[in-house]
């Protein structure tokens, strides 16, 4: 349903920007493939692996401690009857405040996760867009569309734009290891 509203969005924004060209007017078409661009994109790549390293532990780290939580709410159900009023209150209480700061914990690290990813994501975006308007201007192009139902090859400029991201990506490898 998304999409169908892009689509309908672009086109009466591709007719509208049409429309106001006079007749005689050419207009020079190129369109990228925006989702190829970022999954095969090796900025998208090492955003990937970044946010893996920054969360990777933190989230075993938090699983450890929910099994552990969990396996002594068993062992609390298994041994309440065995143990004295005071020790269950107790008991009861402690679990209940693992419990409450176990969630509190999820969802800081989920809008840490977020957080981090919106960041990751819109700094990638922008050297994506970069790279589409050199390519772009250098090809004369005066619109470029995405993820268009069909456009010929002559116009899709997405393996261009991915060779720049690369060698981008590797020109920045070996300055980040000086």
């Not at 939580?69 to 209150?89: G, H, N, Q």
């Not at 819109?122 to 772009?136: G, H, N, R, T």
């Amino acid at each position: 349903m998304r999409n169908l509203i892009k689509l309908s969005a672009l086109a009466a924004g591709l007719g509208a920007a049409l429309w106001t060209i006079p007749a005689s007017a050419e207009v020079k078409i190129g369109s990228i493939r925006a989702a190829e661009v970022v999954r095969e994109s090796p900025l998208y790549k090492s955003a990937e692996e970044k946010m893996r390293g920054e969360f990777e532990k933190r989230q075993k780290e938090m699983e450890e401690q929910g099994k552990k939580l969990a396996a002594d709410i068993e062992k609390f159900k298994k041994e309440a009857d065995l143990i004295s009023a005071d020790e269950r209150a107790k008991r009861e209480k402690d679990l209940t405040t693992r419990r409450i700061d176990m969630g509190a914990a999820e969802r800081k690290f989920r809008d840490d996760f977020a957080s981090r990813d919106r960041e990751l994501t819109q700094d990638l975006m922008s050297k994506v867009k970069d790279v589409i308007q050199q390519v772009a201007t250098e090809k004369g192009l005066e619109l470029i569309v995405q993820d268009p139902v069909y456009a010929a090859p002559g116009i899709d400029i997405t393996a261009e734009v991915l060779k720049r991201l690369s060698a981008q990506s590797a020109a920045a490898a070996p300055a980040k290891k000086k």
